[in-house]
């Protein structure tokens, strides 16, 4: 009858942590969901081919430089005209999104100046978007309680049912 009470409590720990698993999935480089931007180096007013694979759901491709793209779900690529006002010589960051993934690429506005010792400003549209910070980025606070308070509840049953006593299970 105790071996009973041990597998069960395994069993409750191991469906806590199984559950809790797809939190610690955030790593986009682990993800499979790779990117890239064609040509990197492209005139104001130009076309470019955003390229996106790994994803099975449609991927949201937002930049500075161009007006925001969907590459529709079962599709790898899009293209999008760059703005007629893009600053030559400028690099700008173009950032695909796939769910709770997200992957950044570089496009350089042909034109610069051939001397570089004073860098080109740009000025961006929106907020840069930094990302949550090491290694809680994408959680949220109520995944994170939910997570904890499962891992606790099978403990907490594991150590209650080995700690029975042999007289307890008759009753």
């Not at 009470?5 to 986009?28: D, F, I, M, N, R």
């Not at 051939?114 to 910070?133: I, K, S, Y």
């Not at 606070?141 to 907490?156: D, F, K, M, N, Y």
């Amino acid at each position: 009858m105790r071996v009973i009470g041990v597998a069960s409590a395994a069993l409750l720990g191991v469906s806590a942590l199984t559950l809790t698993a797809p939190a610690a999935h955030a790593s986009s480089v682990s993800s499979g969901f790779r990117v890239s931007v064609l040509p990197t180096t492209i005139a104001a007013g130009g076309q470019v081919t955003l390229r996106a694979t790994g994803c099975e759901q449609g991927v949201f491709v937002t930049s500075g430089v161009f007006d925001d793209v969907t590459i529709p779900r079962g599709r790898s690529t899009a293209t999008a005209m760059v703005d007629w006002d893009a600053k030559p010589g400028a690099v700008y960051q173009v950032t695909f999104h796939c769910g709770t993934f997200w992957q950044n690429a570089e496009i350089t506005i042909a034109g610069g100046r051939r001397d570089h010792t004073a860098p080109t400003p740009v000025t961006p549209r929106r907020g840069v978007h930094a990302g949550g910070g090491g290694s809680f980025a994408g959680f949220d606070l109520q995944e994170i309680g939910l997570g904890a308070a499962l891992v606790a509840g099978s403990l907490g049953a594991a150590y209650r049912i080995s700690c029975r006593r042999p007289d307890e299970d008759s009753a």
